[in-house]
């Protein structure tokens, strides 16, 4: 099994792979698959909750970690070791220990449009693709298959970790059909992403594609391709720190019957992701991925809420170059308490990008495996069938879910969390968890 990895977090959790998988040196925090717990009994023991690794001592995931793989994609041609050295991630002495494993790991040309980034990453492009975007996707095709050969491994998932792009725009006969979205291709129409492009050589070939960033990848063509192929997709966007909080301090309040009425959140970092987001265009994506992830908790609550009344929430991002990785989020939740009360709560969170992104990256490659591998059926069905190919179950690590037409996107923490851990329990034969605790009632 193998991940490609793609753009600014791929050295990070390279890296990061090659020193969990220490036991000597390494700790698990922040990856779910290693360090998340689930109870595995039908009912508590006498001694009360026992709890197993999320995934790897459950018997579901049979794919081990050391086993993965790493390549991919850049527009930089910088070895793994001299890109994470530029990147200051990692403490000194680590990167010397790291260094031997890393420095022969250079990217393959990767697909660079400049209409789609922020300018300011044009001195970074010096390890691109030529040709139209019919022969890049044709060559991401090539290295998936020369990958897959030489590296001698059963699967491949795809996962973008590299710049946010710009929205593309969604026009009527280029990308709302899948149709529409390859005639576009054969006629080399601009407004395909390089992102579109890489998950466009994937469904062609049946590989998992998972979207890291939040631009519009996933045009309405493209999700029409990928269910007429049967070819699971996944994303959008890391869900890591500022927004993860968000996710549950806002289904905290409005499930208390709290009115959540003005969310400010504000943002300042260092890294190659801070510079590209300083262009306005590339910045709008982030916005919106992290403007909508309140909607469903606010709508949920008929209340508290008149039909379309949402609370105030702004998102603002700034580059500032010398706080590099160490992310500073700020956020003020303002809500209606009783008697027309006010209550405010201020949250600082020093969010490590890089390194609440990269555990996410690994986890995610995971599910997206397993997932794959997953079958299930009702009792009235003939037949196993798999889960839909645009896959919700990875919602719980993405800020703003991909989920299938028609499909209510579901934002809260809590209940994307039950929902991975209940799938996992009937993937062992055991009941969804229902908290009751009956028998201590």
């Not at 993860?244 to 890294?271: C, E, R, W």
Request: glycine fraction near 8%; hydrophobic fraction near 40%.
């Amino acid at each position: 099994m193998q991940g490609y990895l793609m753009g600014n977090k791929g050295q990070d959790s390279t890296s990061q792979l090659f020193w969990v998988l220490d036991p000597g040196i390494s700790h698990q925090s922040g990856v779910l698959s290693r360090g998340g717990n689930l109870c595995p009994f039908q009912e508590p023991p006498s001694n009360g909750y026992i709890f197993s690794w999320f995934l790897t001592k459950i018997d579901v995931n049979k794919v081990n970690p050391d086993e993965i793989v790493f390549g991919g994609w850049d527009i930089s041609n910088m070895n793994l070791a001299d890109a994470m050295g530029r990147a200051k991630v990692f403490d000194i002495d680590l990167q010397k220990q790291l260094r031997p494993y890393m420095e022969s790991m250079v990217p393959l040309p990767g697909i660079y449009d400049p209409d789609f980034i922020a300018a300011n990453q044009e001195e970074r492009a010096n390890n691109v693709i030529k040709g139209t975007k019919k022969e890049q996707v044709q060559q991401i095709i090539k290295d998936i298959k020369a990958f897959k050969e030489a590296n001698k491994v059963e699967k491949v998932v795809v996962l973008w970790t590299a710049n946010t792009e710009r929205y593309s725009n969604v026009v009527v006969g280029l990308n709302d059909t899948m149709e529409n979205l390859l005639s576009a291709l054969d006629r080399n129409e601009s407004e395909i992403s390089p992102s579109t492009l890489y998950a466009l050589a994937c469904i062609l070939e049946n590989v998992p594609f998972i979207n890291g960033s939040p631009q519009n990848t996933f045009v309405p063509g493209l999700i029409d391709l990928s269910i007429n192929r049967n070819s699971l997709i996944g994303g959008d966007d890391f869900k890591s720190g500022q927004t993860k909080m968000k996710s549950v301090l806002v289904d905290f309040l409005v499930g208390a019957g709290i009115k959540p009425t003005s969310i400010v959140s504000y943002n300042h970092l260092g890294n190659n992701d801070g510079m590209n987001l300083s262009a306005p265009q590339t910045f709008r994506s982030k916005e919106i991925s992290k403007s909508n992830v309140v909607d469903d908790m606010v709508n949920s609550n008929g209340i508290l809420y008149e039909p379309g009344e949402h609370p105030d929430h702004v998102v603002v991002i700034k580059y500032v170059p010398y706080v590099g990785d160490s992310k500073r989020a700020m956020d003020e939740y303002t809500s209606e308490i009783f008697m027309g009360g006010k209550n405010t709560i201020v949250l600082h969170n020093t969010c490590e990008d890089s390194l609440l992104a990269a555990p996410i990256i690994l986890d995610l490659v995971l599910l997206a495996e397993l997932s794959t591998r997953i079958q299930f059926k009702a009792e009235n069905e003939g037949k196993f069938h798999s889960f839909h190919p645009v896959a919700t179950i990875l919602s719980y690590l993405t800020k703003a879910p991909l989920v299938p037409p028609g499909t209510p996107v579901v934002n809260a923490l809590s209940k994307q969390r039950a929902m991975l851990e209940n799938i996992l329990r009937a993937c062992v034969g055991l009941a969804p968890e229902n908290n009751m605790i009956l028998e201590y009632k």
